[in-house]
């Protein structure tokens, strides 16, 4: 039977995107295969906030942000935490990727017209030891047009390839079986073609099957993603070193990130390794106009906000706003509940407080530059942030310390704030926010924070007291668990072939972005620095691309 392509990719998200431009670049013939409509093109990127790690970049120099390559290696390496036998190619990974974001990355996006916001973020800063969890220095470069202005560029060739004849999309289509021939996926894809949709993007979709398909290939790239959208396979994997998993939680992603392909591709002896490594928010917000079930938004906070467990007990050093998400999620599920809570005044909210998604961020995703200064000059927050602060669930403003303890009570149920131990933890680190001589570590990453230009223009709020009626309203923001991303994955060798059972390579088959845990089967190891998941895709996709058009000949 003759072949429909030289290679099948399963899933049109960014990584998938990725590796078929890279295959029609070669001269290749490829298929890509996705279970959504057309209007879900490029999948979670679309909505992410297009946040990308680079080292060492123009934007970083023009900053005064001293990075470089082994600093960035030292962090990543403290990050992952990589202690188990089959950390072998994550870690393989994690020094290639690191090199990447170091080197031709942003050039090869620059390229195909990818441009950044100048000021550069300030993710997952740690507060251990250097050789610690987090980023030593500033390295989140923001995607002018957040995560539609990263997926542009590869839609833009894919539509290329796509007029030209290399590359077909077949949307409704639901991989139900991968084909093995004499132990290599060669055989191609089978599955239901399901019933054509109109939906918007993210909504459910429906499973009717109006008939099958049948696709042939010498090479497959699975590129489906993870498992956020599928709560009941979060708790199934979730690690035992997190405790009990979250009765509650909201999400991150839609409900067709199921990780249905993942089952499907194990299924034909794949190695599926690390599932128990994720990575999930502890700033999570209901979406008061939620586009997917449970749909989910995250905090992107600065660090002046005080952050309480459910119990009200300020969380420890180093676990501030924006330090360490793992550690946080830790901490917070051992308190024996699943949600914890910022309180903070309006100054800090105008300055401090962004949400993750292109949808959240109208002024950087459309590329205004009138609207992006506002940021900076509005009496304000954001409007976005502002919207959720008037309609949001887990949003209370009031005047008085005793209305805001007593809403935060009512609103969750378990009455388990005291207004007096609330007073006198707010109170004792309003005496230190004065003084440049403190002990309180918050304020001195609050203070370290303002010694870069960035952060004090437009991501941390001048120091001032919590209970300075001058700052206020006071606000309460109930924060629940986001699920976000899976960090395990596939295993894979640098050309992002899959390894079977028994170590040995699986001919015709690799794996991509989220199902190969963004490379290797978890470059990240167990905790993530930001601005690496649209990267992973990028770079495995790439990779995988470039070798699958190699190895067809």
Known sequence: MAEDADVIVVGAGLAGLVAATEITDAGKRVIVVEQEGEQSLGGQAFWSFGGLFLVDSPEQRRLGIKDSHDLALQDWMGAAGFDRDEDHWPRRWAEAYVAFAAGEKRGWLRAMGHRLFPIVGWAERGGYDAMGHGNSVPRFHVTWGTGPGIVEPFERRAREAERSGRLIFKFRHRVDALQVTNGAASGGVTGAILEPTNAERGKSTSRNVTGEFSLRAPAVIVASGGIGGNHDLVRQNWPKRLGAPPQHMIS???????????????????RLINRDRMWHYVEGIQNWSPIWPKHGIRILPGPSSMWFDATGTRLPAPLFPGSDTLGQLQYIMSTGYDYSWFILTQSIIKKEFALSGSEQNPDLTGKSWRMTIKRATNKGAP???????????????????????????????????????????????????????????????????????????IRTAAPHRILDPAHGPLIAVKLNILTRKTLGGFETDLDSRVFGQDGQIIRGLYAVGEAAGFGGGGMHGYRSLEGTFLGGCLFSGRNAGRAAAKAVG
């Open 383 to 457: 409007a976005p942030v502002e919207a959720f602060k008037t309609n949001g669930i887990d949003f209370i403003v009031r005047d008085r310390l005793e209305d805001l303890v007593a809403a935060m009570n009512q609103l969750s149920g378990d009455n388990l704030l005291k207004l007096d131990h609330i007073r006198m933890q707010i109170e004792a680190r309003d005496r230190e926010i004065a003084n440049p001589y403190v002990k309180d570590a918050q304020v001195m990453n609050l203070h370290n924070a303002r010694k870069y230009i960035g952060d004090r223009l």
């Open 252 to 270: 991150g992603v839609p409900d067709h990130v199921d990780g249905r392909m993942i089952g499907i591709t194990e299924a034909i002896g794949a």
